[in-house]
């Protein structure tokens, strides 16, 4: 299995602009999350969805951020518009959807907001 | 008060050393507890699980305390291979996973 695969590795955008992060999740798991990181707050969870339902988008820090997973293998993170504090690695992350079991993590996303 | 706290170090310790790392969780109804090592502009990977009778991998040592709410971390003879960021992971009753800021780890010769 190729793991959870995320696209773009890099992203430099302009402020203001819309921004679309993918991630495919291991073929079979159930439960994607996505995860953002930075320097000052760490690894904090945005949203998971369990069989492509959110659960839980308590950790979405706005209106601009929205996810979607209209399919077992793809979601998307978009951010619109986007703001220079919005700069950090955003990772996706799957499991099988059971109880404590680890989660999977994508190489992540290095976005740059200038 | 956070979820998951962590020290977030540096810990500075030569080759051979052993250290520990703490973590405390405040919700008393997790129920699964990892650790995740990352390195340097990589992804988090799991360490190890933590089960509440504790368990051993090589060098490595995990405790579960669940009437003190807290998680540990031994590593014996360290490596400079050792060398990174841990994070303390903690799961509810559901597969939600709500991981600490790390402890950063610095082995050197």
């Known amino acids: 299995d190729a793991g959870v695969i995320q696209s773009p590795r890099h992203e430099v955008t302009e402020m203001g602009q819309e921004v679309t992060l993918r991630c495919k999740p291991i073929s079979g798991h159930n439960s994607l999350f996505w995860y953002r990181q930075t320097m000052m707050r760490g690894l904090e969870l945005l949203i998971y969805f369990n069989n492509n339902v959110p659960i839980d988008d308590s950790g979405m820090p706005e209106d601009r951020f929205s996810a979607k997973m209209p399919n077992a293998s793809f979601s998307t993170l978009k951010i619109q518009p986007s703001e220079p504090r919005d700069s950090a690695v955003y990772f996706c992350?799957?499991?099988?959807?059971?109880?404590?079991?680890?989660?999977?993590f994508g190489q992540g996303t290095r976005l740059t907001v200038v | 008060r956070k979820e998951v706290e962590q020290d977030p170090g540096p810990f500075n310790v030569p080759e051979g050393a052993t250290v520990a790392f703490n973590c405390t969780y405040s919700n008393s109804a997790s129920q699964s507890f990892f650790w995740y090592r990352q390195d340097c502009r990589k992804e988090p990977k799991l360490l190890m699980s933590v089960y509440s009778s504790g368990n051993e991998d090589g060098r490595f040592t995990a405790q579960l305390n669940r009437a003190s709410q807290y998680i540990s971390l031994l590593i014996r003879d360290s490596k400079l291979s050792d060398s990174a960021t841990y994070l303390c992971v903690v799961g509810l009753n559901t597969d939600k996973l709500i991981f600490g800021t790390g402890t950063r780890l610095q082995v050197f010769p």
């Open positions: 992350a799957s499991n099988p959807g059971t109880e404590n079991t680890e989660a999977f």
